[in-house]
Structures are given as structure tokens and as C-alpha cells.
T-cell receptor, first 115, second 118 residues
Framework: QQQVKQSPQSLIVQKGGISIINCAYE??????FPWYQQFPGKGPALLIA?????SEKKEGRFTISFNKSAKQFSLHIMDSQPGDSATYFC??????????????FGAGTILRVKS | GAVVSQHPSRVICKSGTSVKIECRSL??????MFWYRQFPKQSLMLMAT?????????EQGVEKDKFLINHASLTLSTLTVTSAHPEDSSFYIC??????????????FGDGTRLSIL
């Protein structure tokens, strides 16, 4: 059972455009939702994270939108740059219980920004 | 920021060899670390949770006798792939959290170890 569903699988965006990646989760006990960026041959790096008590969080060009009732959250990359080309993973975790701080990852989105 | 160092970055060895991978939290203490495996163009698959001073907790389907985990200090966890075979070739990544800062702190990842078994 896929706990966190991520789409699209791949995305091509023109330089300066907006990249949008969507995730949906099943378990309402999840209470922490980070996004990670991974370059080839490297480990994932935390981009931005949100908790369900807020609907939006912005850090620089990166924004998370969170819809608790729909159990969905998305990453928006404004003014996308070629250097943003990477694989992006959404994830979810909970402080206790079945997953006890473990991260459940989405399948990943390969982003390519064309210059 | 929190830094996790993983060593070695790449290992190439013969079938039957045991390989040890180290994961260190450089500027914080981590009572718990996590080990992941990642196949090309796929997501991260959690293998086990490494607990300082106690036994690791393995995910379903992960052979604990194959993947030995030791977490002897608050800054070091090791993963040993015993008697490695070509099917064990993969990208292994560790992560750690600064537990002193409380819940909902992000996991910080090492840069991974590319293991190739010939």
C-alpha cells in the first residue's frame, strides 16, 4: 500500500517558469511533511517542510501548499532555474505510533528545467 | 546546520566480501539513525532504524543477518553488508535527526555509498 502518492513522475519546465509537484497521503496521523531535493549520486537534502496547522509555507522560491481536508500537499518552485534540475521527493512522518518518526517517501519527481 | 557524513562514498568489491559503511553525525548527537537503500530512479526504501545502545529495528523483508547494524555511540552508526553478492549492489544512504531539539526535526542525510559487487 502506497502511503504517499507523488505526481508527476517527471516534469519539464522552461527557465523562469513554475514547477509544481503534488503529493497525497492516506494516513491522517501524519503530522510532518518535508520535501527533499536529490542530485545524482548524492543524498537527499531538505528543502522545506510543513506541519498541518498551516496551509502554506514559503522559503525563497520554494512554497509548500497544504490542504488538510483533501490530504494533499504540493511544492511550487517559482522562477525555476536549470540548477533546480534534480529529483524531488515528498515525505510524511508522525511523531509516534506505527511510523514513529520514520519518513514515508513518495516515488519521486524528476524535474528538468530547460534553459 | 546539521551535517551527516557517510563513508566510503563508493565501494567496489568481489562477491563474498563483507563491506562496512559508516554514518556519522558531525555536529549533533543522534540516538537514532536510519539506513535506506535506493535503486536507480527509485525512491528511498527504509531498511532499518539504528538505535544507540540497543538492537536495530529492521523493516519487513530486510535480512538482519545480512545487514548488520551497530550504533555504539551517539554520533556513529555502521551498516555491514555481510557476504555481499551482486544483488546487494545498490546506493545505501543513512540519515540522522537531532533528537535534542525535540520532535518534528528534519532528518539529515549523508551523501550515500555506492556499493558495487562484482
Amino acid at each position: 500500500q502506497q502511503q504517499v502518492k507523488q505526481s508527476p513522475q517527471s516534469l519539464i519546465v522552461q527557465k523562469g517558469g513554475i514547477s509544481i509537484i503534488n503529493c497525497a497521503y492516506e494516513n491522517t496521523a501524519f503530522d510532518y511533511f518535508p520535501w527533499y531535493q536529490q542530485f545524482p549520486g548524492k543524498g537527499p537534502a531538505l528543502l522545506i517542510a510543513i506541519r498541518p496547522d498551516v496551509s502554506e509555507k514559503k522559503e525563497g522560491r520554494f512554497t509548500i501548499s497544504f490542504n488538510k481536508s483533501a490530504k494533499q500537499f504540493s511544492l511550487h518552485i517559482m522562477d525555476s532555474q536549470p540548477g533546480d534540475s534534480a529529483t524531488y521527493f515528498c515525505a510524511a512522518s508522525m511523531a509516534s505510533g506505527e511510523y514513529g518518526n520514520k519518513l514515508v517517501f513518495g516515488a519521486g519527481t524528476i524535474l528538468r528545467v530547460k534553459s | 546546520g546539521a551535517v551527516v557524513s557517510q563513508h566510503p562514498s563508493r565501494v567496489i568489491c568481489k562477491s563474498g566480501t563483507s563491506v562496512k559503511i559508516e554514518c556519522r553525525s558531525l555536529d549533533f548527537q543522534a540516538t537514532t539513525m536510519f539506513w535506506y537503500r535506493q535503486f536507480p530512479k527509485q525512491s528511498l526504501m527504509l531498511m532499518a532504524t539504528s538505535n544507540e545502545g540497543s538492537k536495530a529495528t529492521y523493516e519487513q523483508g530486510v535480512e538482519k543477518d545480512k545487514f548488520l547494524i551497530n550504533h555504539a555511540s551517539l554520533t556513529l552508526s555502521t551498516l555491514t553488508v555481510t557476504s555481499a553478492h551482486p544483488e546487494d549492489s545498490s546506493f545505501y544512504i543513512c540519515s540522522a535527526r537531532d533528537w535534542a531539539k525535540g520532535t518534528h526535526q528534519p532528518q539529515h542525510f549523508g551523501d550515500g555509498t555506492r556499493l558495487s559487487i562484482l
